[in-house]
């Protein structure tokens, strides 16, 4: 395999990738990078249940991952030790697929470019911590914090912690505690909210909450790592779309002989395939991007990849020729059996944009006083979907330990205006 | 390109997923009255504990009961069939594995012997006479000294830095550095003979008429513990032995023992006479270590109850321990208990005596407790 081959006909289509350090590492080392999304990132049980779950699958060949990137600047790319050279190729192309989204798309602009050397620090800081007040108690904040990890708002508040740029490159490995110390003055002048209503409840509860320095540190760094996700979560399909894209262009590039075409087909196949009864996002991804080329040339592409994420990417380019070619539909169930419930175009189309993109109920801090009594009162914005009860109380569970009193969430439940306690109880409001 | 690295030396996943499993054995530990009582551990079956602490919960919406977009490979219209709903199936895995079930619970495989290794962390032998005879012997290679010549696999790292330190030190610049050859320590491999542990347990049951099916099946919940317990401190409990009685006792098979009941008339003595037979005949105290245990309910015809006492300070004195397991289920003979028995021996007052009352299955654990446990003085 030739890799500035590779990169030579990345550029030649018009991409501006990052840099990128590739990595060769075995499945254990590969999976325990996808469970903790960055490298380096602290422990957390979760982690290993993740990290054991893939192993297993890996070794059941469920599934495989071939490949993992990093968004920084450089990008971190680690590769599957087992992987043959020709995948490799496809795997390199992808990869560079995926660094030139991070580097071009919007949604990636204020991204922590170093946040592979950030997350290491802040590890650092929750072993200190365990090492400190255990390992137990850590967890039980780390837990909590977890249970609302998505409802972060990075504009919520613009003066948001930014860990002073290394000097040198690694240079801040040399002197941790120091850093360590310095962060933890940041912090504690930084954390503030700007008031109610407020969707960052991470930050709110940072803010108001009754904890201790270390407790309010954690949460930031929960935070932080949401924060540096968010633009990965709002487009994913694009991102994955794009880089697979990029991947099959690039090797029909490179002359491949029979056998080894045979090979790359069938892992190409397993990872954008269309599943019957069912849809795999990235093959959909793929798709789209094909048909933009199709109908409006690879510089409409290259600028779609550049503005838009999920949401805009399926609105506006999943169109009816599409859907039509592809035999979307919606489909509903009727007693034991699944019929299709809708053909329109427009409506199959806003019901995937609605799967995908509003997966995360929206939850807001609409009182810190509630009832005088000092409850937090939150409040699920209801879009025609009930919210699980039981998984809502055990979050509301979780927040308590951090309030440490009641916590409330304010909900529409078939219609009904409810509020809901920790203890399971509820009560019906006008 | 690429770049290698020592990553076979890399552990973290391994490591937070120690902290996952040691979560699940909290949650476990806490349930265990539940799970030594589940009836199908004693099978040696797997169990499928829901855990509810170990999903890591959010807002989430309620399941639309499938719905959702899907490509089709045909042409359809609005309202057709596509398909029957899948059956849901009940998530079945390797054990320590988890999967979630319809009631958001996550549903953990566990098996017999995961369970005892967490069951057992608290509960100890009962402590060691001058029984270091009753071993066996079986030729093991040890590590026994270190010498100045070795392979270079076997170093002692720590008695190397160690000598070091000690030469340097004794040159006046005391620290670690300047390895020289002369500093090299070396482990020492043997072939040695050690002992190794030989254990014999002695189950006595009573038979007659008395001991109702529910009696039984508690007897045989509390053997099986027993057997866990011993085979997880023995490596492996070499000797077994089964006797049941009613005015006579016999030696029977590990089935007989579980099923059998009929006769009438109870004669504990004969029990244990026959177990210090089996002893004599068998497994000489002064190489094996003996555990006996008697399963009762109590009653014994009165003319025996001396003959019973006497029977039972014989065990102590060669037995590891002697437990009695008085079992006091609700059933037909309920309304009325002999305790004449169970006072006289708990009036023996010996440490390695020990009365343990069963009620029903949630009191296993504590009937282990009371033969094994750490407090139990």
Known sequence: MNRKLILEHIKELGLDPFPVDFYIVPAEVLYDMAARVIPGRYSHWSHGKSFYDGILRHDHRFSRIYELVINSDPCQAYLLDVNSDIINSMVVAHVYGHADFFKNNIAYKDSERNMHINAALRAKRIRNYEEEHGEEKVRKVLDAALTIEFYVNKDGYDATIKEAPAERPYDELLDLNKKFVKEQVDYAEQMRYSGLPCDDILLFLATEAPLEEWKRDILSIVRQDSIYFSPNIKTNIINEGWASFIHSKIMKKIDLSGGDFIEYAQVNAGVVQAVEYSINPYWLGVQIFKNIERNYGLKKALEVRRLESNAGFLRNYLNEELIDELGLIRYGTKGDFYIVEETEWKKVRDGLVNDICSRFPSVHVADKNFDQQGILLLRHEHDGRNLKKFDAIKVLNHLEELWRNKVFLETLYNGKKKIWAADGSEKEVK | ?377
């Open chain 2, 1 to 377: 390109m690429e770049q290698y690295g020592a990553w076979d030396l890399f552990r973290r996943g391994h490591l937070d997923q120690e902290r996952h499993l040691k979560i699940l054995r909290d949650i476990i530990r806490k349930n265990m009255t539940d799970l030594v009582s589940h009836g199908k551990i004693i099978t040696g079956d797997n169990v499928v504990i829901p855990v509810t602490h170990l999903k890591q919960y959010k807002f989430v919406y309620e399941d639309p009961g499938g719905a959702g977009t899907i490509m089709l490979d045909k042409k359809m219209e609005k309202g057709d069939t596509i398909g029957k709903k899948p059956q849901k199936s009940k998530g079945q895995s390797s054990s320590g594995d988890s999967s979630e079930s319809e009631e958001g619970f996550y549903e953990v495989v566990v098996n017999a012997d995961q369970i005892a290794e967490i069951l057992f962390q608290d509960l100890e032998l009962p402590e060691l006479k001058e029984k270091q005879k009753a071993i066996g012997y079986k030729e093991e290679v040890v590590r026994e000294g270190t010498k100045k010549r070795g392979s270079i696999s076997n170093l002692a790292k720590k008695k190397t830095i160690i000598q070091n330190i000690k030469r340097n030190a004794a040159k006046g610049d005391p620290g670690f550095k300047n390895i020289i050859d002369d500093d090299l320590r070396f482990d020492t491999n043997v072939l040695k003979r050690v002992p190794h542990d030989r254990v014999a347990v002695i189950f006595i049951r009573d038979r007659s008429g008395s001991m109702d099916a529910t009696k039984k099946h508690l007897s045989r919940v509390m053997a099986f513990w027993i057997i866990k317990f011993l085979e997880s401190k023995y490596k492996k409990v070499t000797e077994r032995s089964y006797i049941i009685f009613d005015t006579k006792a016999e030696e029977v098979d590990q089935e007989a023992f579980i099923t059998r009941s009929e006769g009438g008339g109870t004669r504990i003595s004969s029990g244990f006479q026959l177990a210090d037979e089996i002893i004599a005949a068998k497994f000489p105290p002064e190489s094996y270590n003996l555990y006996t245990f008697l399963f009762t309910d109590g009653d014994n015809n009165f003319n025996d109850n001396l003959q019973a006492r006497e029977m039972v300070e014989k065990m102590a004195a060669v037995n590891n321990l002697a437990g009695i397991v008085h079992i006091r289920a609700q059933g037909a003979y309920s309304y009325y208990s002999d305790l004449r028995f169970i006072n006289s021996i708990k009036e023996l007052n010996k440490p390695n005596v020990i009365v343990a009352e069963l009620t029903n299955q949630e009191d296993v654990m504590a009937c282990m407790n009371a033969f094994f446990g750490r407090t139990k003085k």
